[in-house]
Structure formats: C-alpha cells, structure tokens
C-alpha cells in the first residue's frame, strides 16, 4: 500500500448541528477515520472551520454574532474549545495533535512560510495530526469582508497547507457530493462529474459566481482550492461529509465524489 500524506478539510456544517450544536458524533467518527488511517501508514493533517460558530454556542449566543469584535471574540472562545474536542477525541484513538493557526502573512512571507512547512514537518515526524484553522481572533478581513489578500476561505487554506506540505491527495468534506453539471439544490436532474482534469471557463462557469448564494462559501472556493492544488501537482476531491467512511475508497483511489486530478 502506498502511504501517503492527506489533508482534509471539514466545513462548519459538518461540526455543527442545525440547531447550533456541536455534532459530537460527526466529531467522533472523523477523529476515529483519521486516526485508522494514520494508523495504516498515512500522514494526516486537519484544516478545521467552525471556530466562530462553536464559540458562539459556547458563549450561549442564540445566532452567529455579526458585529467583528463579537466574531473574533467567539473565534477565541471557539478555538480553545474545538481544540478541546479534538484533543478528547483523537485521544481516544491513541493520536496526539497540534493546534497551527496561520494569518496571510505567516504564508506568504517566504521566510515564515518556510518556518511553518518546517513545523509541519516536525509534527509528522513526531507522529501528531496538525489541527489547522484561520487565526479569526487577528486576522479580521476574511470575517469581516470575505476578501482576502491570500487565504479568504478554509478551502483555499487546505489548499496552501496541501503545497506548503507537499501533500499527495487534498479532500475537501463539504455537504454536497461533488460537482455538479448544475445546481443539485435547485435542480434535480443535475449530474455528478466524477472527473476533472483541467480547470476551464466551462468548469468555472458550473460553480456560479462569487456573489451568489452557490459561490461564496460553496463551489466557487473549491475550485479556487482545485485550482492551487492542481498547480501544486496534487490531486484534489469534493467529497459528501456524511459518508466519513468513504475516506478509505479516496486514499485508495476509487471513484468518490468529483476528483481534480492533477497528475
């Protein structure tokens, strides 16, 4: 078997119920997976959302606060106790991780990014699982206005952490499939694409446009994310966070949501 190093990135709506709760069960079987897969060999890293929203539910806030200094204030609140969670979970598994929070600057200053893939590095060698995150606590443009210099996104993140890493296989676990031929929430005779190998204006076109309710936050970002993985010779999947099991099939290169593959 050919062991290999994975990041997988998990949304918010995987983390969180609908009502505001933490979905410890989703929680459990993702720290479970991962650490199977560890165990066979692997190297894992996690780029982790959810800081603001489980903050918020640690904070008894009834919605996602809208003001900045609230957001970034439930960001802190919300870190610590992801961390917890984490901690507790893949503890139960035998793994030990590590908390990396990273601004714009720490991954495009070439000196601090070097710095950073060499922490990641040593973690692996240690045989921790880094838990990655925007650090929303300082960095207020992402929350604030959805632009970003560099990061903007969890889905471009996991993609700069893949090339930072030298990552074989990114997965990005989200609440839809994969892509689409169209909208699926919309449209229901809308068709899985199982394969991308280059990212064309036609395969732009399918994720609608930054300002629509489809783009931001949704597909538009993965390909931003399919797109610099790509660049980085390391294939990408969109795969449905309900089916964690899955993860295996992925590794081991068999047909699951869409794959952006780059080699």
């Not at 139960?92 to 990641?120: K, M």
């Not at 300082?138 to 990552?167: H, P, R, W």
């Not at 991308?196 to 390909?223: F, H, N, S």
Request: glycine content about 12%.
């Amino acid at each position: 078997m050919e062991k290999k190093r994975l990041v997988i990135k998990v949304g918010t709506s995987t983390l969180l119920r609908e009502g505001g709760g933490v979905n410890l069960r989703e929680m459990d079987a993702l720290a479970r997976v991962l650490s199977d897969l560890k165990n066979m060999g692997h190297q894992v890293i996690l780029v982790s959302s959810g800081a603001i929203g489980v903050g918020a539910v640690k904070l008894g806030m009834r919605e996602r606060p809208g003001e900045l200094r609230f957001k970034q204030a439930a960001a802190a609140v919300g870190q610590c106790e992801l961390m917890h969670l984490y901690d507790k979970f893949f503890g139960e598994y035998g793994q030990s991780v590590a908390q990396i929070l990273l601004t714009d600057e720490d991954v495009d200053h070439p000196a601090r990014a070097e710095h950073l893939s060499g922490t990641f590095e040593a973690l692996l060698e240690l045989g921790c699982i880094p838990v990655v995150n925007e650090n929303d606590s300082v960095s207020a443009a992402e929350i604030e206005t959805g632009q970003k210099k560099v990061l903007g996104d969890n889905d471009t993140l996991s993609a700069i952490v893949a090339g930072l890493c030298g990552a074989d296989l990114l997965v990005l676990l989200s609440d839809i499939d994969g892509l689409y031929d169209a909208d699926p929430r919309k449209d229901p005779g809308a068709r899985l694409i199982p394969r991308v190998t280059a990212i064309t204006p036609e395969v732009e076109a399918l994720a609608g446009g930054g300002g629509t309710r489809w783009g931001t936050g949704g597909m538009y970002t993965k390909l931003t994310a399919a797109r610099r993985a790509m660049a980085h010779n390391i294939d990408m999947v969109i795969a449905n966070s309900n089916r964690l099991d899955a993860l295996y099939d992925i590794v081991e290169g068999k047909p699951v949501g869409t794959c952006f593959s780059a080699k």
